[in-house]
């Protein structure tokens, strides 16, 4: 099993640019969660999608946030245009069943200048 | 909607020595409840998880943890730390019904010296 694959590790970007992060789930996961972590704030739950679909995007910070999932075996998160706040590491999280516990993928660091 | 209180934002504990890392939750129910661990640069980890039944659950790497109710507590423990513990942990409550968002305390960075 190769774990909750994310790409990339690290993207330092200038302010303005788009950005798009990447995720491959654990093959046979129903779930897909995207999470940001920042000092101040903590681990947040941006989104998540069970069996492809967005069930809950609450969490998204605003509309220059999106994420899609084209099939189950990937995921994308875009922010455009973004902003040095946007500054965070990103994670994937994926799970087979609803009381699962939740896979965490590396992490992406993103850097906005 | 429930959350997740880790009253202690550092712990340094001498190697060999045990260790108590406190979470406490609100929701109205049992929840499942989980234990995280994030070492430097990666993902988080599962360590353990309760759902129900015995409330003294075993986990990875020697660490258990104790399930509460009357203190709405599930702290993790530890009898002997080695220096490969310094990590910060997370806890995380998840309602057993209704919405599937797991929710995350603010963590405990855990040092430990020689």
């Known amino acids: 099993d190769a774990g909750v694959i994310q790409s990339p590790r690290h993207e330092v970007t200038e302010m303005g640019q788009e950005v798009t992060l990447r995720c491959k789930p654990i093959?046979?996961?129903?779930?897909l969660f995207w999470y940001r972590q920042t000092m101040m704030r903590g681990l947040e739950l941006l989104i998540y999608f069970n069996n492809n679909v967005p069930i809950d995007d609450s969490g998204m910070p605003e509309d220059r946030f999106s994420a899609k999932m084209p099939n189950a075996s990937f995921s994308t998160l875009k922010i455009q245009p973004s902003e040095p706040r946007d500054s965070a590491v990103y994670f994937c999280?994926?799970?087979?069943?609803?009381?699962?516990?939740?896979?965490f993928g590396n992490g992406t660091r993103l850097t906005v200048t | 909607a429930q959350s997740v209180t880790q009253p202690d934002i550092h712990i340094t504990v001498s190697e060999g020595a045990s260790l108590e890392l406190r979470c406490n939750y609100s929701?109205?129910?049992?929840?499942?409840l989980f234990w995280y661990v994030q070492s430097p640069g990666q993902g988080l980890q599962l360590l353990l998880k309760?759902?129900?039944?015995?409330?003294l659950v075993q986990g990875i790497k020697g660490f258990e943890a104790e399930f509460k109710r009357s203190q709405s507590s599930f702290n993790l423990r530890k009898p002997s730390v080695h220096w490969s513990d310094a990590a910060e942990y997370f806890c995380a409550v998840f309602p057993n019904f209704g919405n599937e968002k797991l929710t995350f305390g603010t963590g405990t960075r855990l040092t430990i010296i020689p």
């Open positions: 309760y759902f129900s039944g015995d409330t």
């Open positions: 999280a994926s799970k087979g069943s609803y009381n699962s516990p939740l896979h």
């Open positions: 929701y109205g129910a049992t929840p499942y």
């Open positions: 093959s046979g996961h129903d779930y």
